[in-house]
């Protein structure tokens, strides 16, 4: 099955800039889409199509795509953007959707 | 606004059944796919089920062996999730969530409903 691994935890000073890599076997040739989870809510799309925000997400957040990896990157860090982070993609070969492990964002 | 309700959580017996609803509003439920996701308690998000908007096609974890069944009513703007045998490893917040047209994304979500298996 199609594994997306991300690192446990990610932390970054307010005003820095997070970079969150997700792993993946060719996960270039995918699309990757990124969640953000605050504690006690649902989860919320922050982007989708490897790189487009939906309505309403900062222009802060960003992703890319290529090789085996994609990156959430988050600038100008603020306190507010402290919660979990989950990629997405979808495994054609299977019909699945899998989600990778989950990187906790901690705003020092 | 687009909205999304689940309901039908709650606690069950190992071997016990469940079916979940989720209530939409504020959007065309009979053009879009559905999914179902679940999160262990400290775990991360985890796929369950999908299905299109017509009904067919439908996929499914491999993890539930044929115990679980996605279905909707287009008529009554509700997705449901029919849980049986359940075990141990099923308690979790089950998410309602509404896919991306033209992508597996799920660009909204319900609050999620807590169904404990339990002795």
């Known amino acids: 099955s199609y594994v997306l691994t991300q690192p446990p935890s990610v932390s970054v000073a307010p005003g820095q800039t997070a970079r969150i890599p997700c792993g993946g076997h060719?996960?270039?040739?995918?699309?990757v889409h990124w969640y953000q989870q605050k504690p006690g809510q649902a989860p919320a799309l922050v982007i989708y199509y490897d790189n487009d925000r939906p309505s309403g997400i900062p222009e802060r957040f960003s992703g890319s795509n290529s090789g085996n990896t994609a990156t959430l990157t988050i600038s100008r860090v603020e306190v507010a953007d402290e919660a979990d982070y989950y990629c997405?993609?979808?495994?054609?070969?299977?019909?699945?959707?899998?989600f990778g492990t989950g990187t906790k964002v901690t705003v020092l | 606004q687009v909205q999304l309700v689940e309901s039908g959580g709650g606690l069950v017996k190992p071997g016990g059944s469940l079916r979940l609803s989720c209530a939409a509003s504020?959007?065309?439920?009979?053009?879009?796919?559905m999914s179902w996701i679940r999160q262990a308690p400290g775990k991360g998000l985890e796929w369950v089920s999908y299905i299109s908007s017509s009904g067919s096609p439908i996929y499914y974890a491999d993890s539930l062996k044929g115990r679980f069944t996605i279905s909707r009513d287009n008529a009554k703007n509700s997705l449901y999730l029919q849980m049986n045998s359940l075990r141990a490893e099923d308690t979790a917040v089950y998410y309602c969530a509404r896919e991306c047209q033209g992508s597996h994304c799920s660009d909204y979500w319900g609050q999620g409903a807590l169904v404990t298996v339990s002795s």
């Open positions: 060719s996960i270039g040739s995918k699309s």
């Open positions: 997405q993609v979808w495994d054609s070969s299977r019909d699945h959707q899998v």
């Open positions: 504020g959007f065309t439920f009979s053009d879009y796919y």
